[in-house]
């Protein structure tokens, strides 16, 4: 995969596509879609799907998910890190389990590209709704977080995203999941 292409297209035809429209500082910056790896690790796809749907709720009976979720983190030639839509600070974790986390589900992905989609975590067996995308080939991050996805398309808005004005590792601007869902 190129700095800034991807393919438009699945690997595997039968895995689910999703999507992001994101906006930086309230204005629109542009979507991102992503192919889930169902195929290898079909628990934490789909934990990562239905977050895209907010067809999952929340104990008071809400939906719960991405949308109106931050990147919060952002650390250039590494990583974007989003999907804390409990505390948006990455502290917040829940899963489509009915707990906080879930186990890993297996390593067979490596962190061996740009535009990957892995599970953030403080450990082992601690997947929630976090994640992160990676922006180079991060091998030190191999048996250690759960690659599930990848970037099909909009690989350039992760640049953009990567280049946001920061104050340390956040975004001076808030970037916003907009809308998402399933494609």
Known sequence: MSDNAAPSDPANPANPVVFFDLTLGG?????IKMELFANIVPKTAENFRQFCTGETKNPQGRPQGYKGSKFHRIIRDFMIQGGDFLNGDGTGSTSIYGTKS???????SKHDAAGLLSMANSGPNTNGSQFFITLLPTPFLNNKHVVFGRIISGMDTVRKIENTRLRGERPVSDVVVAGCGEM
């Open 27 to 31: 204005e629109p910056l542009g979507r």
């Open 102 to 108: 879930f186990a890993d589900e297996n390593f067979t």
